[in-house]
C-alpha cells in the first residue's frame, strides 16, 4: 500500500513511495505528529541518482522487520536534497560536526523540534566493515530517547547553538579585493596541481569546472602561463572513463586518481558547467577537440536530459537494473559483433579494449590513443574518421539496452546553469538549435516557476511548481538569464534576471555582508543556513555576487556592486587560502578587479550591417565585457547603457564604455576592434 510520498513530485521520494516504512514528506503534517507521539524523527535525505541511497533501500526501508521498527518507534521523513538544498546544508552540517564527515544517504535522528542529535550515512542491513547495523542503530536510539531524554534534548540543544555560531562565523581578515588576492590564488593552485592525473586533489577526483573557469579567465588577463595547467586538465577529463566515450556526457566523478572508473550517475549540473568550460576553453586555444567535447556534452543534454516541456532534467541514474555501470560499460566480444575486425582492432586499441576489461571484468571506454603500436599506415585523421564512426555505431548499439532511471525535475538553478551554457554555445558557435534549447528551458522554466510578485519556485514537474527558490534559484537562473540576454538581445530575459537580482538584495543579504541560502521569508528552521563555499555547483552566494557585479556594469547602479563587494569581502580571508572551494568567488574577484567593457550597439542585430559590427565582441568569449544592443534606442529600454545612443547616419553604431565613460562612437568592426583590444577580456 502506498504511503505518504505517493502525491509527491520527486522521483526520489517516489521511489519509496511503495515501502513499508510509514514515510513523511518533510512539512508540519510529520513535525507535528512528532510532537503529538512524543517519538524522536528519522530523516533520510538522498537523490533519485546515488547508489548507495539505492543500496539502504533494498537492505533496510524495503525490509518489514526494520519497517515495523521505525514505524513503531519514530516519525519517519524523506527528503530529496535537491528539491530541498536548505534542509541538507543544515543537516549535513550536523553530521559533519558529529562525525567528522558526511555524504548521501545521510541519516539523522532529531527531536520533535528539529534539532539534531545523532547521525551518519549509510548504515548496512547488518554490521560490517566495523560499521553498526541500521536496526542497532534505532534500537540504540530508541533506547537513549526513552532513557536518557534530557541528555539527549540537551545535546540536541548545543549542537543546534554550535550550527548557529557557525554561520556567523566571520572569515579571517586582512585580504584586498586586489591583483594580489588573485596572484595568491594563483600560486596556491599551481602548488597543488596534480602534474600526473591534472586536476587538484586526490582520488576521488571530481571535475572542477569553477576553478578551470576562474583559471581561463586569468589566462585571458595575461597570465598565459598558467595555460598548460587548463590544458593538461582539460585533455585528461576528456580521455577518462569519466567521460562517457560514445554519449558525450559526463559522469559525476572518477573513484580513482587518473580519471578511469567513474561513479557512474551523470548530473545536469556537472555537464552544464563542463560544456561551458569546454566552450570557453575552445574559445581562448582553438583547440577544435575543446569545441568537440563541448558539442558532445550539449548534445547529450538535448538527446538525454530534455524533458517533454523543454527544461533539463536533473540526473540520470548511476544504476541501470540493480547494477551500477550496466548501461555504459562493454566486453571486447560485444564490439566485435557490432564492428568489423579492423575496425573493432583499431577501436579496441584506441579506447583500452581488452578481452579481461579494466574494472570487474568488462571495459570502461577510456582514450589512450595514440598507442605505441599504432598502425603506421593510417593517417590520424583517417583513424579518427573511422573512431567516429564506431562511436556511433557502439551508441546506436547501446541504445538497445536498458537505459539508467532519470529524474525529471526541472530545478531553477540546475537549468539555469545550463541555459546559460547552451546561449554561449549558440552565440559562439553560430548553432541556432543551441540557442533555441537555452530558450525554450528558459520560457519552461520561468513560466512555470516564476510568481507575480517575482517569488521563485525550486522545482518543476508534471505542471507543477514544488519548494520556494534558494539563493542559487535566483542567482543560477540570473546567470543564464544574462548569457541568453547577450545571445539573442531581447530584453525579456535582462528584464526577469534583474528582478532576480534586486530579489536576491531585498530577500536574502545579510546585513553584515554576504546573502543568506534561504529568503527572509522562508520556512522557519532551526537556523538560517549561510554556506559560502562552493561545492560540486557554485555557490548561491559567489553567483549572485557575480550575476550583481555584472548588473551594475550594465546599469550603473551602485548598489549592486556594493552588495557583491561586501559579499567577497566575508570569504576574501579564504579564496587565496583554499582556492579550489572558492572558485566561483575567485571568478567575481576577478571581474570585479577588472578593467570591465561596456558595449552598447545601435543597430538591428538581425541585419548583416549589424553582425558585422558586432562580431569583435559578439561571437569570441570576452569574459570582462557586457554586451547591450537594441534597433531602436528612441523607444524605452530597459538597459541603461542603451540609453541616449543613436546611429550614426543611418548605420549601425557602436559605443565603447567602461565605468560609463565612453569613446567615440564607431560605426566599424575594425574600429571597434581597436577601442576593445586594449584591455584583456
Not at 80 to 96: K, T
Not at 195 to 201: F, I, Y
Not at 458 to 473: F, M, N, T
Not at 498 to 507: A, H, N
Request: with cysteine.
Amino acid at each position: 500500500m502506498p504511503n505518504r510520498l505517493a502525491g509527491e513530485t520527486s522521483p526520489y521520494l517516489l521511489q519509496h513511495a511503495n515501502n513499508p516504512v510509514d514515510w513523511f514528506p518533510w512539512g508540519p503534517d510529520a513535525l507535528a505528529r512528532a510532537k503529538l507521539l512524543d517519538r524522536p524523527i528519522f530523516l533520510s535525505i538522498g537523490y533519485a541518482a546515488c547508489h548507495w541511497c539505492h543500496v539502504m533501500e533494498r537492505e533496510s526501508f524495503e525490509d518489514d522487520a526494520t519497517a515495523r521498527l521505525l514505524n513503531d518507534r519514530f516519525v519517519a521523513i524523506k527528503v530529496d536534497r535537491e528539491e530541498r538544498p536548505d534542509l541538507d546544508s543544515i543537516y549535513m552540517s550536523a553530521v559533519q560536526a558529529m562525525t567528522g564527515g558526511g555524504g548521501w544517504p545521510m541519516s539523522v535522528f532529531l527531536s520533535p523540534d528539529g534539532a539534531p542529535f545523532y547521525g551518519g550515512t549509510y548504515y548496512p542491513d547488518r554490521p560490517r566493515h566495523g560499521m553498526p547495523s541500521f536496526r542497532q542503530v534505532l534500537e540504540g536510539v530508541s533506547t537513549a530517547w526513552t532513557t536518557q531524554p534530557a541528555e539527549v534534548l540537551a545535546a540536541g540543544q548545543r549542537l543546534v547553538g554550535a550550527l548557529v555560531e557557525g554561520s556567523r562565523a566571520a572569515a579571517p581578515g586582512g585580504a584586498a579585493l586586489d591583483e594580489g588576492l588573485l596572484q595568491a590564488a594563483d600560486a596556491a593552485l599551481s602548488a597543488s596541481f596534480d602534474a600526473r592525473n591534472g586536476s587538484w586533489g586526490a582520488a576521488p577526483k571530481f571535475p572542477q569546472s569553477m576553478t578551470i573557469e576562474y583559471l581561463l579567465r586569468r589566462i585571458a588577463a595575461g597570465r598565459t602561463d598558467l595555460a598548460s595547467i587548463v590544458r593538461f586538465t582539460l585533455d585528461k577529463m576528456a580521455d577518462g572513463g569519466i567521460r562517457d566515450q560514445l554519449g558525450g556526457g559526463f559522469h559525476r566523478y572518477a573513484t580513482d586518481a587518473h580519471w578511469l572508473v567513474p561513479h557512474f550517475e551523470q548530473m545536469l549540473y556537472d555537464n552544464a558547467q563542463l560544456a561551458r568550460a569546454y566552450l570557453h576553453a575552445w574559445a581562448t586555444f582553438g583547440d577544435m577537440r575543446d569545441r568537440d567535447v563541448a558539442t558532445g556534452v550539449l548534445d547529450y543534454m538535448i538527446r538525454e536530459l530534455t524533458t517533454a516541456d523543454g527544461a533539463f532534467a536533473a540526473s540520470q541514474d548511476a544504476d541501470t537494473e540493480g547494477i551500477e555501470g550496466l548501461t555504459f560499460t562493454w566486453r571486447a566480444a560485444e564490439i566485435r559483433e557490432v564492428l568489423d575486425d579492423a575496425a573493432a582492432a583499431h577501436f579496441a586499441q584506441a579506447y583500452g579494449v581488452t578481452e579481461e576489461g579494466n574494472w570487474e571484468g568488462v571495459t570502461i571506454l577510456s582514450r589512450v590513443w595514440p598507442a605505441p603500436d599504432a598502425p603506421p599506415s593510417r593517417s590520424d585523421a583517417a583513424l579518427e574518421t573511422e573512431l567516429a564512426a564506431s562511436r556511433a555505431s557502439l551508441l546506436a548499439r547501446r541504445a538497445m539496452r536498458s537505459q539508467p532511471a532519470r529524474d525529471d525535475k526541472a530545478l531553477a538553478a540546475w537549468n539555469g546553469l545550463a541555459i546559460a551554457a547552451f546561449a554561449e554555445a549558440g552565440r559562439l558557435l553560430g548553432e541556432d538549435r543551441y540557442t533555441a534549447a537555452a530558450v525554450q528551458a528558459v520560457e519552461t522554466i520561468v513560466g512555470g516557476l516564476l510568481a507575480a510578485d517575482g517569488s521563485l519556485g525550486r522545482s518543476w514537474k508534471d505542471g507543477r511548481a514544488v519548494g520556494a527558490g534558494v539563493l542559487e534559484d535566483y542567482a543560477d537562473l540570473a546567470e543564464g538569464l544574462l548569457a541568453l540576454y547577450e545571445t539573442t538581445f531581447d530584453e525579456r530575459w535582462f528584464t526577469i534576471a534583474r528582478g532576480l537580482g534586486d530579489r536576491i538584495i531585498e530577500r536574502f543579504e545579510d546585513p553584515a555582508g554576504g546573502f543568506f541560502d534561504t529568503a527572509v521569508d522562508h520556512e522557519r528552521l532551526i537556523t538560517r543556513p549561510k554556506d559560502p563555499q562552493d561545492n560540486a555547483v557554485p555557490s548561491g552566494a559567489a553567483m549572485a555576487a557575480t550575476v550583481l557585479l555584472r548588473l551594475a556594469a550594465w546599469t550603473g547602479e551602485g548598489r549592486y556592486r556594493d552588495a557583491a563587494e561586501r559579499a567577497i569581502g566575508t570569504v576574501a580571508g579564504y579564496v587565496a587560502r583554499y582556492p579550489t572551494g572558492f572558485a566561483q568567488w575567485l571568478t567575481a574577484t576577478s571581474f570585479a578587479t577588472a578593467d570591465v567593457v561596456e558595449v552598447a550597439v545601435v543597430g538591428d542585430p538581425a541585419e548583416a550591417e549589424t553582425r558585422e559590427l558586432l562580431a569583435p565582441v559578439w561571437s569570441t568569449w570576452r569574459p570582462f565585457q557586457v554586451l547591450a544592443a537594441a534597433t531602436d534606442t528612441e523607444a524605452a529600454s530597459a538597459l541603461p547603457l542603451l540609453a541616449d545612443r543613436v546611429a550614426l547616419d543611418g548605420r549601425a553604431t557602436a559605443y565603447v564604455c567602461r565605468a560609463f565613460v565612453c569613446q567615440l562612437p564607431v560605426t566599424t568592426a575594425q574600429a571597434l576592434a581597436e577601442q576593445i583590444g586594449r584591455t584583456p577580456g
